[in-house]
């Protein structure tokens, strides 16, 4: 009969197995396909990362961070009321967060301002007291009725209706957003979609701090922002402190994929790396436990024949 030591020892040694043929079913199954459809991604080696049919445009997309920089206050656009104004009516004061996106975007400038309104939930500062947000659409055919809806909607996800007054959704001319753009070192390129009329944009996410004199003062990439971080970069821009360079790990917006006809976020390699990390993990626990086990199984055995040696020599 079995002992509850070697029983539960085969049953640690099966869950390792099916713990790590979930691994190996997983790990491929996530660089192939990302939650957000980068399945058929033509620009993508799913095994090995981007290769060299990636499109040349990706070339001239990212972000250059400009620290310390000025922002060309003069620049005048469209609120989310119709009004013209300049940058600087929103400086002088306090410190403002820049987000760059534009408001039809199929999904990850939503996913970017999603991750901004949740940090700031969490951030004791308030909107229009101790900072502002500017939200401007790289997009020159966007109007005010979107940036009207976008402010809306976040401002109601935000949870605080009273600071209203903190939250700004513009659009502008081209002139303006090419001068703004250029100043944050926020690089995008235009692109056809699959009619030859509706527009996308390539672009990476990210969203900037900028100090009361209209200087930036720090870059935040991706979509998901620690509100520690954030809460410590307002604080420091309010006196017009000047932050570090942060690692330039850029994620992507769409582009069009007349193969699969989606539009795909350029996420694969990152999501493969994710799948690398789980696989190895799951591999180093499994070492780990076998050996523990072997080691148990060896201490009985050596026992054993010590009891045994005993009782021939008695």
């Not at 957003?177 to 996410?205: E, M």
């Not at 330039?248 to 990390?277: E, F, K, M, S, W």
């Amino acid at each position: 009969m079995q002992s509850k030591d070697t029983i539960r020892r085969k049953w640690r040694r099966a869950g390792c197995a099916a713990a790590l043929v979930l691994g190996l079913s997983v790990a491929p199954l996530a660089a192939q396909v990302s939650t957000y459809g980068a399945k058929g991604l033509p620009a993508m080696n799913t095994r090995l990362g981007p290769t060299n049919n990636m499109p040349g445009f990706l070339g001239k997309v990212g972000i250059e961070q400009h620290l310390n920089q000025p922002l060309p206050l003069n620049l005048t656009f469209t609120d989310d009321a119709g009004h013209e104004v300049p940058l600087s009516r929103y400086f002088g004061k306090v410190p403002a967060i820049l987000a760059l996106v534009y408001y039809r975007c199929p999904m990850l400038c939503s996913e970017e301002l999603d991750g901004l309104t949740s940090a700031l939930k969490m951030v004791s500062f308030r909107p229009g007291k101790d900072f502002n947000i500017l939200v401007v659409s790289i997009d020159p055919s966007e109007g005010t009725d979107l940036a009207a809806a976008k402010k809306k909607y976040y401002l109601r996800l935000y949870g605080h209706p009273e600071t209203a007054n903190g939250w700004h959704f513009m659009t502008g001319t081209q002139a303006n957003i090419d001068a703004l753009t250029s100043a944050v070192g926020f690089r995008y390129v235009r692109i056809p979609g699959p009619d030859g009329k509706l527009t996308q944009f390539a672009h990476a996410s990210a969203i900037q701090i900028v100090t009361p004199e209209g200087k930036l003062a720090q870059y935040y990439m991706g979509v998901v922002y620690s509100p520690k971080d954030m809460l410590l970069g307002l604080d420091e821009a309010s006196s017009n402190r000047i932050g570090s360079p942060v690692d330039n790990i850029l994620t992507y917006c769409y582009h069009y994929n007349p193969q699969t006809n989606t539009h795909d976020l350029i996420i694969a390699r990152i999501v493969q790396l994710g799948g690398l990390i789980t696989f190895l993990s799951l591999g180093g626990f499994m070492l780990v436990m076998f050996r523990r086990d072997f080691r148990q199984e060896k201490q009985p055995e050596a026992g054993l024949t010590a009891d045994a040696g005993t009782k021939v020599n008695g």
